[in-house]
């Protein structure tokens, strides 16, 4: 077997590709695309010449066989429609594959948007945790942010235009008014940072349609409150968490880390509601 190398293409700029990344494009026998259309386009840009095949969620199983023989008689790339591979793509199943095969792999690392996004936001960048593409489900949705709710390091998130406002009213309700930062259209023409308080953020995208490919940056969990809560307020939050789902231990659970309240009170307060 050959190698198979897991090349980062740009996010946006076409200008965002390393001299490595060329090479290897140049010389490989095959590239695996997660859509050839899109690759066709930074290989035309380069004019590069090497044979495409596509690679992507729905034929993940059925290309194996392709790819290995091709690794058979050469290398093999592979890249994604932006950014580097195997990071929220199927990419992973066929690194996975690979190895297990004892297949060399090797990556070419470049653009991102998660990091592009997390050095950009003007959040910690000492630590932080990636969510992926968060669910689209409400109530799925809720659970996903609750589970994280006393990470204190900056969350990290892909999410679709047409559901940030929704996210953010999530934001609200499970983990509070925290800093959060939309980056969209990273390395585009229209790119756009938007900082703030999720509310504020959130406002500021219901009078200005979202467009385009969006990072959603959330601040972690801080160290303590920065007031105590009211216990109307601690109802208020009670009552929110109960609708979508959670059971009153997790919702008292989680007011209490947000409220600055004994949880043993909160839970008290939850009977009330």
Do not use: C
């Amino acid at each position: 077997m050959h190698t198979l190398y897991i090349v980062a293409t740009p996010i946006g700029n076409l200008e965002d590709i390393t001299l490595r990344a060329l090479r290897v494009l140049r010389e490989v026998r095959l590239i695996a695309a997660e859509d050839t259309r899109t690759t066709r386009k930074l290989l035309d840009r380069y004019q590069i010449a090497a044979p495409l095949t596509s690679y992507h969620e729905h034929n993940k199983l059925s290309k194996l066989d392709v790819i290995f023989e091709a690794l058979a008689e050469g290398d093999v790339a592979l890249v994604s429609d932006a950014g580097t591979p195997g990071i929220s793509d199927p990419g992973y199943e066929l690194i996975g594959e690979a190895i297990a095969r004892g297949v060399t792999v090797v990556p070419i690392p470049g653009p991102n948007a998660l990091v592009a996004a997390l050095v950009g936001s003007g959040l910690p960048t000492d630590g932080f945790v990636y969510l992926g593409f968060l669910p689209r489900k409400a109530a799925a949705l809720r659970s996903a942010l609750h589970a994280v709710s006393a990470e204190r390091r900056t969350l990290i998130a892909y999410e679709s235009p047409n559901r940030l406002v929704e996210t953010l009213d999530a934001v609200i309700a499970t983990l509070g008014d925290r800093p959060v930062v939309v980056a969209r259209e990273l390395t585009k023409l229209h790119e756009q940072f938007i900082r703030g308080n999720a509310s504020a953020v959130r406002d500021h995208f219901r009078e200005n349609e979202p467009r385009g490919e969006i990072t959603l940056l959330i601040g972690g969990a801080p160290d303590q409150p920065a007031e105590t809560w009211d216990d109307e307020r601690v109802r208020d939050a009670l009552r929110a968490l109960l609708a979508d789902g959670l059971s009153r231990r997790d919702a008292a659970r989680l007011v209490a880390e947000q409220s600055g309240r004994e949880r043993r009170a909160v839970y008290d307060l939850s009977l009330d509601v």
